[in-house]
């Protein structure tokens, strides 16, 4: 991940007693990238000077303490951001009047805010070397990439979240909140997103292969440049890593690539007239061209004779009486079916590992413990505070890692696209006896994960990893 940053905003606002008091803004734009450095996500964060803030002083500048007060978040959405997330009486970061004026649709404070978040881009991507500027050189460029990530047509504007009561909200986000106690963060002391080990010596030995799984906030696909495409859905999750953990490389390890083929049929009556209809309706003139083909073909078919007439007439003959074996009855044929097999549909891989976990101090027996709660938690529905609506769960990032190479992928094992954990078994007396140490911690654990990926396989999805070169495995 790395990050773009603006130079300091100044908005001017009126107090109750009339007096002016100047508060210092600034945007930050978190962005992430695949192997080549090209971007795959943004996070646009408006930030508060807050020590200066609480001093009761303009701040920004060079010495000032940014503390994100606001996110934009994929599909347009504001989300206010609170000083602490574990104690929400202390309130939030940006001031009231701050809010209201970035929710306010008169204001252009929002547009400010996207001006300043292009403008930072573009200053980065513009030092990049030849060829790694993205199209994001230039404000247009970064401006054009933002908005397409957030799903924003012209015409559009942001959705508010946490909006104190006055302001412009719709209905449907706040019926969609999560239900308080939500959890958003893991990590070694429940909410810090530090990585979590087992064994922990993993933690130290970077050199061993091992398998590295991110839990992720899930979100939608975002919309493509056109009404009719979907955005990457990469690019929309990468940045809302909540909670990782890192485990040896398992026995087993396998992949299946399917993809769907089926037999499909058509008799010379239907191929001709389905022909004759997807040609014409790919013509300039569709409705002229479809009558014009569908005589002809009618034609074709009546100044034939012999065995085109009977196998028109069994055609005909099915479909009229629903008798559909005269000509076979008769003469032993059947219409030629034209049987071939055809491509149906992708389809979704699956992933099964199944880990021992044997604690070998209190540390471990802790971890364990973490690892087990973390997975269950967060494959586990969301409620929202409405009741009307169930969220969708974490989904989970998994990479093979080593300690060679440039990228720390494994080049030899499959690379896997976001996945749904749509199982996981804990068997708690692996050995078949009930056994603890001395702080009741299990004395092994055996626990299986199945995967399945949320998207399938494309043939290009190769190229993105290392354009064709064949220097990985590839998925």
């Not at 990590?187 to 292969?209: I, M, S, V």
């Not at 859905?233 to 026995?251: F, H, M, N, Q, T």
């Not at 009307?388 to 440039?406: A, C, E, M, N, V």
């Not at 690379?415 to 911690?441: H, M």
């Amino acid at each position: 991940m790395a990050s773009a940053a603006s130079n300091t905003i100044y908005r001017t606002y009126t107090q109750p007693d009339g007096t002016k008091k100047r508060t210092a803004f600034r945007v930050n734009v978190d962005y992430f990238t695949d192997d080549t450095g090209k971007p795959t996500g943004f996070e646009t964060q408006l930030q508060n000077d807050l020590v200066a803030q609480d001093a009761g002083i303009t701040g920004g500048g060079v010495n000032a303490t940014w503390t994100t007060g606001a996110k934009l978040l994929t599909s347009n959405v504001w989300e206010r951001q609170y000083r602490d997330t574990s104690n929400h009486d202390l309130g939030f970061v940006t001031p009231d009047e701050g809010w209201l004026d970035l929710t306010d649709r008169k204001s252009n404070f929002s547009s400010q805010v996207n001006d300043a978040a292009a403008d930072a881009l573009a200053k980065r991507f513009n030092s990049a070397g030849f060829g790694l500027d993205f199209g994001m050189a230039t404000k247009a460029g970064a401006s054009l990439q933002l908005a397409n990530y957030q799903g924003i047509n012209k015409a559009g504007s942001g959705i508010f979240l946490d909006a104190p009561s006055g302001t412009r909200q719709t209905s449907l986000m706040d019926s969609i909140k999560s239900e308080e106690g939500t959890r958003e963060k893991y990590g070694t002391d429940g909410r810090n997103k530090e990585t979590l080990y087992y064994p922990t010596a993993l933690r130290n030995n970077k050199g061993q292969d091992r398998l590295q799984i991110q839990v992720l906030k899930y979100r939608p696909r975002p919309q493509g440049e056109a009404v009719y495409k979907l955005g990457d859905r990469a690019a929309a999750s990468a940045k809302d890593i909540i909670g990782s953990c890192i485990l040896p490389v398992p026995g087993g390890v396998g992949d299946t690539n399917l993809v769907s083929w089926g037999p499909d049929s058509a008799d010379p009556a239907s191929l001709a007239m389905g022909q004759a209809v997807f040609d014409g309706l790919q013509d300039q003139n569709p409705m002229e061209a479809l009558g014009k083909n569908v005589e002809n073909a009618v034609g074709s078919i009546s100044g034939e004779k012999g065995s085109v007439k009977a196998a028109l007439a069994q055609v005909i003959t099915k479909q009229a009486t629903g008798v559909g074996n005269m000509l076979t009855r008769k003469t032993g044929a059947i219409v030629n079916p034209n049987m071939e097999l055809l491509f149906n549909a992708p389809q979704l891989r699956p992933f099964a590992f199944t880990y021992r976990l044997s604690p070998r101090s209190r540390e471990e027996s802790v971890m364990v413990k973490k690892i087990i709660r973390m997975f269950k938690q967060s494959m586990s529905v969301k409620r929202t505070k409405s009741t009307l609506f169930l969220k969708s769960p974490d989904t989970y990032q998994l990479k093979w890692l080593t300690g060679f190479g440039k990228s720390n992928q494994h080049e030899f094992l499959p690379r896997i696209k976001e996945c749904a954990l749509q199982g996981f078994n804990v068997n708690y007396t692996p050995d078949g006896n009930y056994a603890t140490y001395e702080d009741t911690s299990m004395v092994a654990y055996e626990i299986q994960f199945q995967f399945s990926e949320l998207e399938p396989i494309y043939n290009d999805d190769y190229h993105k990893i290392d354009g064709n070169s064949d220097s990985s495995i590839g998925y």
